[in-house]
């Protein structure tokens, strides 16, 4: 076979299997990332016609990945690093996430993630100016995972600023946004504590996404 037409096949697969787990995700499939991988595919065919050289389709894959899914790979490395206490290099990760162009989703979620760790290091109202600033831009219009991401984060926030009765209307959203979400779980904990012990305590701050039956990733 064509070994040009085997990294045109390549492509064709990756487009396959990032726009399925899209789906999956219940997420609308990135028209960017399908203009990358074909421009990605065609500078890339046109390199090794003028150099002669070969190109490995394993190769050529994860090269495609690397390329195309940078800005999830840094909300990743974000998430990692703030599970392990570096709040500071996970911001600066979110931080360059966002300055290389992600998709609309994408971009959503690297803004609720750097919120979140705002939250955990204290800077309470810059993370709520951003969190309230994401609904109200894009509102009805998140996926349930980003909506209910946005409340409860505002909850906690809300709470840690003494603010109880409008950390519990974000903790009642939250539960109304997607009520299966370690979210809403996280914010049901934070009522039923409430009801039982008269004080409103909930659990860190979350990220914007979170391991699920959709496979998601993430942290809570």
Not at 1 to 9: F, S
Not at 86 to 96: F, I, M, P, V
Not at 129 to 135: D, S
Request: proline share 3%; net charge positive.
């Amino acid at each position: 076979m064509n070994p040009h037409l085997v990294i045109v096949l390549a492509a064709l697969l990756f487009i396959l299997v990032v726009g399925g787990l899209s789906l999956l995700r219940r997420e609308v499939p990135s028209v960017r990332l399908v203009v990358e991988v074909l421009a990605l595919t065609g500078l890339s065919i046109g390199i090794s016609i003028v150099t002669g050289a070969s190109l490995n389709p394993i190769f050529f894959f994860i090269f495609l990945y690397l390329i195309t899914m940078r800005c999830r790979v840094l909300i990743d490395l974000g998430n990692l690093l703030s599970s392990w206490g570096y709040h500071k290099a996970a911001l600066s990760a979110y931080r360059l996430s966002m300055r290389l162009e992600p998709d609309l989703v994408t971009r959503i979620t690297a803004l609720v993630s750097y919120a979140a760790v705002l939250v955990r290091v204290g800077a309470l109202d810059e993370s709520i100016r951003i969190l309230e600033e994401v609904l109200e831009k894009h509102g009805e219009g998140l996926h349930p995972k980003h909506h209910s991401a946005c409340h409860y984060n505002l909850g906690v926030a809300y709470m840690r600023q003494g603010r109880e009765s409008r950390a519990v209307r974000e903790f009642n959203d939250t539960i109304d946004a997607w009520p299966l979400s370690l979210y809403a779980k996280g914010a049901s904990a934070a009522l039923e504590r409430r009801r039982s012990t008269g004080r409103l305590v909930a659990e860190k701050a979350a990220e914007g996404e979170e391991k699920d039956k959709t496979g998601g990733e993430g942290a809570f």
